[in-house]
Structure formats: C-alpha cells, structure tokens
C-alpha cells in the first residue's frame, strides 16, 4: 500500500510571509506614532529661535543704560529747577513811586525877604595922603579901599548875580564924599547893567549909558571901582568892562 504524503514547504512559506507582515505592520505602526513624542526639526528651531529671543519682560543692556541716563540726567537737573525755584523769589520788587510813600522835601532855610537882601562888595576912592590902607592902581596915587554893603538879589561870590548887585550898588550910590574921607567918583555917573558873564578867570561887564568924569584924575579912578568890584564878586583875577559894546578905557578916552 503506497501512502500519499501532503507537501509542508508551502505552508511553512505562508506561515512565513504572514509573520513578516505582522512585524512590518507592527513597525509601521510605532512609526506612526513617534511624532506624537519627538519634536520634529521645525519645533525644534521655533523653540530655539524662542528661547533665544530675550523676554519682552527683560530688558536690553542698552534698553538699561539709556534709562539710567535718563534718569540721571533728570536727577541733576531736578537741583538746578530746585534752585531756580529758589532764588527767584529773592528778587526784589521794584520800589513804589506813589507819593505817599516819599519823604516829603525839607522846607528852604530862608524867606523870599532873606533871599533878595544880601552883600555885596564894593571899594572906594581913598585919595593921594588921606592915610587909609588899599590897593593901588595907576592914576594919580590914590588908593582903593575895599568896603562890605547891602546889595539887593545878591547871590554867592562867583555869581553873575552877586557881580551885578556889587556895581548896582556904586552906580546907584549918588554921594561923592563918604566918611573917612572915602569917596565914590561914579556919584554922577549915569550908567546900568547890561549882562555879567563869567568864563575861567575873567568877569565881563557889559554896561549902558554915559560914565561922567571929574577931570583927568577920575578916570582911572571910575575904572579901578568898576574892575575891582567885579572881580571881588565874580572870584576871578582879571575883568573887563564895557560901555556898550566899547572897552571903558577907550569910550573914556573918546570923550576926552
């Protein structure tokens, strides 16, 4: 009896290929589901590029020194606005002009009365051998004295004020002889003031009208009064006389 025998190879080949699916299926499968754990390259960089980005919350080294010295800066000025505000109450106010608060001027020492009456000097003839003591002048040896009067609006010695009351007061003084044996040769003399200048050392005597003389001896003698009672009031060392305009000297002479 012959016995049929069923051939193993193909089944064992089968079984074979159906575990070789089964491992490749199995693979397959945990391939699939490695993502879900391992980040893939681009989370990696995006995570990189996160983590290298500083925080909004931190900030930059130069974010830090810029605000320091701003604040710095903020911090030295606050002094100087602290000063400013404190000096500038310490500037003053400008002064009040109301009038209340002025001191009232003083009162002038003098009355009107005391003002218009004065001194003035004036100087006399004293002729040739009478014994006084003066000043000489060319002419015939007399001599001039000088003598202190009341004259009327006379000012200070070196004012043309005080100039015009001392020759008012000869011009208007009509007595030849005074006492002493003083004499005043302008006693006829018809003549007022026209203006007193007073420039350095010289006084200017400007007068009008007509000087009278006596004789050749009084000539020198009304200029002498003139000139020296100018230049004692006026304070100055020489002075020149006129007689409308014309040097006395030479209106005199004209007379002859």
């Known amino acids: 009896m012959s016995l049929t025998r069923t051939p193993r190879r193909p089944l064992l080949a089968v079984a074979g290929l159906a575990a070789a699916l089964s491992l490749g299926l199995t693979a397959c499968g945990m391939a699939a589901e490695e993502p879900t754990g391992t980040p893939t390259p681009a989370s990696s960089l995006s995570s990189a590029s996160a983590s290298a980005s500083p925080s909004t919350s931190t900030s930059s080294p130069a974010a830090s020194a810029t605000e320091t010295r701003a604040a710095s800066a903020s911090a030295s000025e606050t002094p100087s606005a602290s000063a400013s505000a404190s000096t500038a109450p310490t500037t003053a106010a400008p002064a009040s002009s109301s009038p209340a608060s002025s001191t009232p001027a003083a009162a002038p020492s003098s009355t009107p009365a005391a003002a218009a009456a004065g001194e003035a000097t004036v100087y006399w003839v004293s002729p040739a051998g009478s014994g006084h003591q003066g000043v000489e002048f060319p002419g015939c040896g007399d001599l001039l004295v000088e003598s202190t009067v009341k004259a009327t609006g006379s000012g200070e010695v070196g004012t043309a004020e005080r100039v015009e009351a001392g020759i008012e007061a000869l011009l208007e ?84």
């Open 173 to 256: 003084d009509r007595t030849y002889e005074h006492s002493n044996g003083l004499v005043n040769a302008l006693y006829q003399s018809e003549l007022s003031v026209q203006d007193v200048a007073i420039e350095g050392d010289t006084v200017t005597v400007d007068l009008t009208g007509q000087p009278m003389s006596a004789g050749s001896c009084a000539d020198p003698q009304i200029i002498g009064q003139l000139e020296y009672t100018a230049t004692s009031n006026a304070g100055t060392y020489t002075a020149e006389v006129l007689v409308d305009g014309t040097p006395i000297q030479e209106f005199m002479s004209q007379q002859g």
